[in-house]
């Protein structure tokens, strides 16, 4: 590990955790919405990078979406809050146990308005419950389809059917999302030289409805963001 690499994971533990104890303070999960986007700015900020968002008008201004992303870095969550700060839209993430644990975003992720799912239990109910109860509250909820980071060189991964069962039994559309970028790159690179402004393009695609069934998830959304 570098100097600049130690330096920066240090720092960013220490900016996550105190931002973990303010997200504790918070019960509204709009008012957490802000400080999870207030913090994403900071950190995206500090690395130097800057969030350039494609068909902003595509971002609904009312209802409550199953926000479907890729995924290769672990500030995919940031782009999108970063994205999203200025719409209504709100919701709480999927997120797995592992982080839940984590020692560096554990105090974080806890209270920044999420739902665990543990993918090695034996039973999901208790996660299917809390997903519905933030449906039927008016909130949206954010989710990684492939289920972890693409660290190959496809464009995309292998969606899990877990997205789209929850689309269909909450009756939640689904807003795709796009990252259009390597931003797996352009964050190893900004760890190492701050000094030079890097851009993340993140496009929004037009919602699908939940109601189509017969064609995946996974066709739809390359379809809708013209992946091959």
Not at 181 to 197: E, G, K
Request: charged share 30%.
């Amino acid at each position: 590990m570098t100097f600049n690499q130690l330096k920066m994971a240090l720092y960013s533990t220490y900016l996550t955790n105190i931002y973990g104890l303010k997200l504790r303070k918070l019960s509204n999960l709009r008012d957490k919405k802000v400080l999870r986007a207030e913090y994403c700015a900071r950190l995206l900020e500090d690395l130097n990078i800057e969030v350039k968002v494609i068909n902003k008008d595509k971002i609904p201004t009312d209802g409550n979406y199953l926000l479907a992303s890729n995924h290769r870095t672990i500030i995919d969550p940031l782009i999108i809050e970063v994205a999203t700060q200025n719409h209504p839209i709100q919701g709480y993430w999927v997120s797995k146990k592992e982080l839940y644990d984590s020692f560096f975003f554990g105090l974080f992720v806890r209270n920044a308005g999420t739902l665990l799912i543990d993918r090695k239990a034996s039973q999901m109910g208790s996660f299917f419950k809390e997903v519905k109860k933030a449906v039927k509250e008016g909130d949206s909820i954010y989710i990684f389809p492939e289920g972890t980071r693409n660290k190959s060189d496809e464009p995309l991964g292998k969606f899990k059917s877990g997205s789209q069962l929850i689309a269909i039994k909450n009756r939640l559309d689904i807003l795709p999302v796009y990252i259009r970028n390597r931003a797996d790159n352009i964050l190893t690179d900004a760890i190492a030289d701050s000094s030079v402004r890097r851009v993340v393009e993140i496009e929004f695609g037009d919602v699908i409805s939940y109601k189509d069934r017969e064609t995946s998830l996974q066709d739809i959304y390359k379809n809708r963001f013209n992946i091959t």
